[in-house]
Every structure is written in structure tokens, then in C-alpha cells.
């Protein structure tokens, strides 16, 4: 690269001949010449792409261009899809090839749907979001305990690669034991062999979230929620080194402070430690009767609840159905 200080514009000397003689491209020394603008407004965008689809991460493109409007930013589509893909968004909805695995990974079955989780280490799971800094991303992957909704073990990265994701799940193996059932989406870093073996060789049984279920893993997509309206939001971080220490800050907080709804106002350690208070369960029913999945405790009132409701639904619809069949014996 010392050859391309030879060149110099201002000389007799054609330009083409400087390159000829020094042995170096002329498209590298017109590149030079034209340094690429920072796309400012591409970065205001997607700060508000970002903002607006962690409160609502099942608007695709289109709501994002209606919303972008209200904000001010008169945006196309296509534009909208470049930025949305360039943050690896997507809408929660069901659609062409939104969320593509591996084509050489396997896939395993999701199998939380219905289950009760009453104890801590019965569940984990995993996911990987970003988070923008001053210039560019970067890629936080965690794991949790459904019971207690306590954060075992964290890593941030500025690439996508699989090995920050093995290493948190095996700092998450290494300091909790192992659990009887390890959840994660169909995402590469998850498939792939480095991180499935880890969990085989643990003796761990894998789920792996269905396509266009969103609320597979509703516990994880909530921390995300949490992390970046209380604090990535509030405390903007311009780097890796003030990222890794807010980070390090709140999950301290969440842990051992934050009081959770769910957990009766108690926190995750102390549920997880003391092994009562918490539990989690998927409810296998999107009707109308019962509304979309929820998050549930497993411990106290809250499943008994659910169990009541569901059986005097079902006794509703015998009812019914024996009322009719009676009606329609007694008019033939």
C-alpha cells in the first residue's frame, strides 16, 4: 500500500501512467479520492426502526413505513426492508422464509407447549439480540430460567458467530448445573453443531421453537423488552467497553433488585434460590375463549385457575352440543 503515496494528482504525469509505473490499481486510487459519506439519516431511521419494533416486533415493513411517517421520515418500502434487514428484523408473523435455518442443521421439535415448569433447571433457553451503539451493533445472547426468569450467564459480541453463544451457554452449565430441557430458536448459532454438541454431550434435551410461534419463547423476548427500555434506551452506549459495563450494572439490578410481577414482587435470585414463587407454562390455545399465551406461575393459585376455566369451558361445549342433538332427536 506504500506505492499508492507515490501517486500524486498534481503532477505533470497522467494519472494512468503514475498507476502504470507504480504497479497499482487506478480504481484503488479513485476510490481514495472518493470517500464513502456516512449515511446519517440511515442511522436515524434506524434508531427508530429499532425503538418502534421492541414494543411492537410484529410490524413487518409496512407498518414500519406508516410509522416512520408519523414520525416525519417520508420512507419507501424497499427502503424500509434494506434497514430492517440490515438489523436482522423481521416480522413476529408468519411468512416466506422469514426465519431459514441452517439447510445442514438439524431441527428438533419444540416441546414446552403445555408444560408446567415448577422447579428451577427444569428449563432454559436462549436467544440473541442487538443493540446499537454509536457507530454500528452489537449482538447480546443470554440464558434463562423459565422458573425464576433469572439471567444465568450473559455474553455480547460485534459479529454473529456461534462461538459467544457457546460460551455463554457453557458458563451457564459450568456455574448451574445443567437442565432437563435447553429451548432455542432455529438460528444457525443455535443448530449448529458447536452448540448442540455441547448440550448432547451435557445430556440435555433440545426444543427448538416452531415457525410463526412467537410466544415459544416469550421469557427471553421479555428480558429483551426490559433490557432495552430500562436501560439501553435510557443510557446510551457508544461502545463495546460502555456497553459491557451498563450491561454488567443491570443485570446485577435485575437479578438481586428488580422486583417481577410474575414472581409475586420477588426477585430472581431469591426465587431461584428458595426454589418457590416462580414456574412458567405455554398454553397450547390461541381461541378466543382463552386469548394468546401467557406466562403463568406454577406455584400457588395460578394454574388451578387456568385448569377451572379450561374445564368449565370444555363442560360449556358438551352442554351445548348435547342441547342440540336433543333439539334435533325431539323435532324428527
Given at each position: 500500500m506504500m506505492?499508492?503515496?507515490?501517486?500524486?494528482?498534481?503532477?505533470?504525469?497522467?494519472?494512468?501512467?503514475?498507476?502504470?509505473?507504480?504497479?497499482?490499481?487506478?480504481?484503488?486510487?479513485?476510490?481514495?479520492?472518493k470517500p464513502k459519506p456516512i449515511a446519517l439519516d440511515?442511522?436515524?431511521?434506524?434508531?427508530?426502526?429499532?425503538?418502534?419494533?421492541?414494543?411492537?416486533?410484529?410490524?413487518?415493513?409496512?407498518?414500519?413505513?406508516?410509522?416512520?411517517?408519523?414520525?416525519?421520515?417520508?420512507?419507501?418500502?424497499?427502503?424500509?426492508?434494506?434497514?430492517m434487514r440490515s438489523l436482522g428484523l423481521a416480522g413476529m408473523a408468519p411468512g416466506p422464509n422469514t426465519s431459514r435455518a441452517h439447510p445442514k442443521h438439524k431441527v428438533y421439535p419444540y416441546l414446552l407447549r403445555g408444560v408446567a415448569v415448577v422447579?428451577?433447571?427444569?428449563?432454559?433457553?436462549?436467544?440473541?439480540?442487538?443493540?446499537r451503539l454509536e457507530r454500528g451493533f452489537a449482538y447480546l445472547v443470554a440464558v434463562i430460567d423459565w422458573y425464576s426468569r433469572r439471567v444465568l450467564s450473559w455474553r455480547?459480541?460485534?459479529?454473529?458467530?456461534?462461538?459467544?453463544?457457546?460460551?455463554?451457554?457453557?458458563?451457564?452449565?459450568r456455574f448451574y448445573g445443567k437442565p432437563e430441557v435447553?429451548?432455542?430458536?432455529?438460528?444457525?448459532?443455535?443448530?449448529?453443531?458447536?452448540?448442540?454438541?455441547?448440550?448432547?454431550?451435557?445430556?440435555?434435551?433440545?426444543?427448538?421453537?416452531?415457525?410463526?410461534?412467537?410466544?415459544?419463547?416469550?421469557f427471553v423476548e421479555r428480558l429483551w423488552r426490559s433490557v432495552k427500555h430500562e436501560d439501553v434506551y435510557l443510557n446510551f452506549h457508544s461502545s463495546m467497553g460502555e456497553l459491557l459495563i451498563g450491561l454488567t450494572k443491570y443485570f446485577a439490578f435485575y437479578n438481586?433488585?428488580?422486583?417481577?410481577?410474575?414472581?409475586?414482587?420477588?426477585?430472581?435470585?431469591?426465587?431461584h434460590q428458595r426454589a418457590q414463587g416462580g414456574g412458567a407454562m405455554i398454553v397450547d390455545n390461541y381461541g378466543a375463549a382463552q386469548g394468546l399465551p401467557i406466562a403463568l406461575r406454577s406455584t400457588g393459585t395460578a394454574f388451578d385457575e387456568v385448569?377451572?376455566?379450561?374445564?368449565?369451558?370444555?363442560?360449556?361445549?358438551?352442554?351445548g352440543s348435547a342441547v342440540q342433538l336433543f333439539v334435533q332427536s325431539g323435532a324428527t
Amino acid at each position: 500500500m506504500m506505492r499508492r503515496t507515490w501517486i500524486d494528482k498534481g503532477d505533470t504525469v497522467a494519472l494512468t501512467w503514475q498507476c502504470a509505473l507504480a504497479g497499482v490499481s487506478r480504481s484503488a486510487v479513485y476510490a481514495r479520492q472518493k470517500p464513502k459519506p456516512i449515511a446519517l439519516d440511515d442511522e436515524v431511521l434506524k434508531r427508530l426502526i429499532d425503538e418502534e419494533y421492541t414494543r411492537h416486533p410484529f410490524y413487518g415493513s409496512r407498518k414500519m413505513v406508516v410509522y416512520l411517517g408519523r414520525c416525519g421520515h417520508c420512507v419507501n418500502r424497499k427502503r424500509a426492508q434494506r434497514l430492517m434487514r440490515s438489523l436482522g428484523l423481521a416480522g413476529m408473523a408468519p411468512g416466506p422464509n422469514t426465519s431459514r435455518a441452517h439447510p445442514k442443521h438439524k431441527v428438533y421439535p419444540y416441546l414446552l407447549r403445555g408444560v408446567a415448569v415448577v422447579k428451577p433447571n427444569q428449563v432454559w433457553s436462549t436467544d440473541i439480540t442487538y443493540i446499537r451503539l454509536e457507530r454500528g451493533f452489537a449482538y447480546l445472547v443470554a440464558v434463562i430460567d423459565w422458573y425464576s426468569r433469572r439471567v444465568l450467564s450473559w455474553r455480547i459480541s460485534n459479529s454473529m458467530e456461534a462461538v459467544f453463544c457457546v460460551d455463554c451457554l457453557e458458563d451457564a452449565l459450568r456455574f448451574y448445573g445443567k437442565p432437563e430441557v435447553f429451548n432455542t430458536d432455529q438460528g444457525s448459532q443455535f443448530t449448529s453443531d458447536a452448540f448442540t454438541g455441547v448440550l448432547k454431550r451435557a445430556g440435555v434435551t433440545i426444543s427448538m421453537d416452531g415457525r410463526g410461534r412467537a410466544f415459544d419463547n416469550i421469557f427471553v423476548e421479555r428480558l429483551w423488552r426490559s433490557v432495552k427500555h430500562e436501560d439501553v434506551y435510557l443510557n446510551f452506549h457508544s461502545s463495546m467497553g460502555e456497553l459491557l459495563i451498563g450491561l454488567t450494572k443491570y443485570f446485577a439490578f435485575y437479578n438481586g433488585e428488580r422486583p417481577h410481577q410474575a414472581l409475586r414482587n420477588l426477585t430472581p435470585d431469591v426465587v431461584h434460590q428458595r426454589a418457590q414463587g416462580g414456574g412458567a407454562m405455554i398454553v397450547d390455545n390461541y381461541g378466543a375463549a382463552q386469548g394468546l399465551p401467557i406466562a403463568l406461575r406454577s406455584t400457588g393459585t395460578a394454574f388451578d385457575e387456568v385448569r377451572l376455566e379450561k374445564t368449565e369451558i370444555s363442560k360449556a361445549k358438551n352442554r351445548g352440543s348435547a342441547v342440540q342433538l336433543f333439539v334435533q332427536s325431539g323435532a324428527t
